[in-house]
């Protein structure tokens, strides 16, 4: 995984998703407009953290090179470097693979 050139602030994650299924379980091959958007992804930047009320920053639970899932209709879709990205904040993380 190559370093890219951003940093998110406070509590967000910046995601690279998975690729699409081409293929259904059956072996039926998709077109893309049949493809549905991958909630899948791995993590490449995290923020600082939420700053908390007392001044300090919240700890994030998720850390570089994290495999997520993420709601289907959270954060935002950038370009980077060329490469698709998405920024979440943390709550819309749904779950970290292990």
Same mark, same amino acid.
């Given at each position: 995984m =190559? /370093? !890219?050139n #951003?940093?998110? #602030?406070?509590?967000? !994650? %910046? %995601?690279?998703?998975?690729? =699409?299924?081409? &293929? &259904?379980a059956?072996? +039926?091959?998709l077109p893309?407009?049949?493809r549905? /958007?991958?909630?899948r992804?791995t $993590? %490449?930047? %995290?923020?600082?953290? *939420?700053l @908390?009320?007392?001044?300090n920053?919240?700890? @994030?639970? $998720?850390?570089?090179?994290?495999v997520v !899932?993420y709601?289907?209709y959270?954060?935002?879709? $950038?370009? $980077?470097?060329? *490469?698709e @990205? /998405? +920024?979440?904040r943390?709550?819309? !993380?749904l779950a /970290?693979l #292990?």
């Open positions: =190559a /370093k !890219i #951003l940093r998110p #602030l406070d509590d967000r !994650i %910046v %995601v690279q998703p998975s690729e =699409a299924e081409e &293929t &259904t059956g072996g +039926i091959v893309d407009s049949a549905e /958007k991958p909630q992804g $993590v %490449v930047a %995290v923020g600082p953290g *939420k @908390l009320d007392s001044g920053r919240g700890e @994030l639970s $998720v850390a570089v090179g994290d !899932i709601g289907r959270g954060g935002s879709e $950038v370009e $980077v470097d060329g *490469k @990205l /998405k +920024i979440l943390e709550s819309d !993380i /970290k #292990l």
